[in-house]
């Protein structure tokens, strides 16, 4: 098992250019979640999926836009990328209930390292 | 608005003592609280979790708290190894606030 797969793992651009970072769970998983880490803030979620078919915005979901798929596969999109949207960006999955009845943990892929000039 | 927060950016304590790790939350509807540990370019994973109904949790060397009325929760990690320096993140409620994070360094 692969666990939670992101790509790229860096990515360097412009100011106005776009991008999509793709994440996949092979986990069988619900939930999948889109976060942004910054120095000093933690991880905070931009968007997250229930289910297949299914989307919900997060704490910071301005500049973002979201695809769930299928449920393996839940992509992040940055339509016009700005210098504020430098930063790491972890996907994650949940089932409803994990190993040892843990509610609500979460896999998280290695990231993406995103700087935008 | 941060509805957790971990005060102690960073922590440095001696391999074999203890390490107290602390978060406090401000949303008393908050009914689960978990503890992620990361390393430097990798997700955080996880570590401990503690429902609302319990006080603590015991997982080997990592003991979560819990004090309601405070709304504080700490990790205890005895006896701390050099391995254990990461990040520690808190997080709470069903849709994942996290804390700032606090830089956990053991000495040898």
């Known amino acids: 098992n692969a666990g939670v797969t992101q790509t790229p793992k860096f990515q360097v651009l412009k100011t106005g250019q776009s991008m999509t970072l793709q994440c996949a769970q092979d986990?069988?998983?619900?939930?999948m979640y889109w976060y942004r880490q910054d120095p000093g803030m933690g991880l905070r979620l931009i968007y997250y999926s229930a289910s297949e078919g299914t989307t919900d915005k997060g704490e910071v979901p301005n500049g973002y836009n979201v695809s769930r798929l299928n449920k393996r596969e839940f992509s992040l999109r940055l339509e016009s990328a700005a210098p504020s949207q430098t930063s790491v960006y972890f996907c994650?999955?949940?089932?409803?209930?994990?190993?040892?009845?843990?509610?609500?943990?979460?896999?998280f892929g290695p990231g993406t390292r995103l700087t935008v000039l | 608005d941060q509805q957790v927060k971990q005060n102690s950016p960073s922590l440095s304590v001696q391999e074999g003592r203890i390490s107290i790790l602390n978060c406090d939350y401000t949303n008393s509807m908050f009914d689960y609280f978990l503890w992620y540990k990361k390393y430097p370019a990798e997700g955080p994973t996880f570590l401990i979790s503690i429902s609302s109904i319990k006080d603590k949790n015991e997982d080997g060397r990592f003991t979560v708290f819990l004090n309601k009325s405070a709304k504080h929760l700490s990790l205890h990690i005895v006896p701390s190894q050099p391995g254990d320096s990461a990040v520690y993140f808190c997080a709470a409620g069903g849709d994942m606030r996290f804390g700032a994070g606090t830089r956990l360094t053991v000495k040898p």
């Open positions: 994650a999955s949940s089932g409803k209930e994990t190993l040892g009845g843990r509610r609500h943990e979460q896999f």
């Open positions: 986990m069988n998983h619900n939930s």
